[in-house]
């Protein structure tokens, strides 16, 4: 009797253990793949499944956004430019089946593609495209890297391209090409103002003398400046003759 008793509890400790070991709870965010002897069988989830010990094994997978950081990348320009830049990738598993069976440790998997399709797709363009289309190149390195991890189930939603360092001298190249731009323009500019100050002086009387008094103005409000009055041989040889004729 007390040999029965005690193995009718030792049997019942086992069915506790076993239903124990068969339970699973999956949040609302978890999936779980599950195996029937090393074959795919379903996912299942969320909520409270049950499994089977021994014949049935589940993989967890999560399905919010992941966020990770692209290490620095070594990039060289169409224009032969070296920079480096740094990305962030935000991605999900939306496939858990094709996450578990099709690539191994995807996270991984995604990171080193990260890395690849970012120095792949920058280096198609020109320093300049780098730093004022940088929106135009995030959605381009998503595209790519989507459609590459589309097999393993994942579905890459935002990429962004966070600095783009370059080195002093470029830096300082960058900002004579900027100052020379600035100067080109405001050529330019003056050009076009003495262009139109000089077809409505046309159409004033005594054009050429306004337009000679207007320079002269403009020249003496620098006082570093030597100016030379021009004036006309037969003033001045009138005032000689005034002269002689006084002395006589």
Do not use: C
């Not at 400790?13 to 379903?42: D, H, P, Q």
């Not at 990171?111 to 690849?116: H, M, P």
């Not at 589309?150 to 966070?162: L, P, Q």
């Not at 001298?169 to 004579?176: G, K, P, Y």
């Amino acid at each position: 009797m007390g040999f029965t008793f005690g193995f009718s509890g030792v049997v019942l400790v086992l069915v506790i253990i076993v239903l124990l070991s068969a339970v699973r709870i999956f949040r609302e965010y978890e999936r779980g793949v599950v195996f029937m002897l090393g074959r795919f069988w379903k996912v299942k989830g969320p909520g409270l499944v049950l499994i089977i010990p021994a014949i049935q094994q589940v993989v967890r997978m999560d399905l919010r956004t992941v966020v990770f950081d692209v290490p620095p990348q070594d990039v060289i320009t169409r224009d032969n430019v070296s920079v480096k830049v740094n990305a962030v990738v935000y991605f999900r598993v939306v496939d858990p089946e094709k996450a578990v069976i099709q690539v191994a440790r995807f996270l991984d998997a995604t990171s080193q593609l990260a890395q690849t399709t970012l120095r792949v797709i920058l280096g198609k363009h020109e320093l300049d495209e780098l730093l004022a289309e940088r929106e135009r190149l995030n959605s381009d390195v998503q595209q790519v890297l989507d459609s590459q991890t589309d097999a393993w189930g994942i579905k890459v939603s935002n990429v962004e391209i966070n600095d783009v360092d370059i080195n002093e001298t470029m830096i300082r190249a960058i900002a004579r090409q900027a100052e020379a731009e600035r100067e080109r323009r405001a050529k330019i500019i003056h050009a076009e103002g003495e262009l139109q100050a000089s077809e409505k002086l046309l159409q004033a009387p005594q054009a050429m003398q306004l337009r000679y008094l207007q320079t002269l103005t403009t020249i003496a409000g620098d006082k570093s400046s030597t100016i030379v009055f021009p004036v006309p041989v037969d003033i001045v040889s009138a005032v000689i003759d005034k002269l002689g004729k006084r002395e006589g």
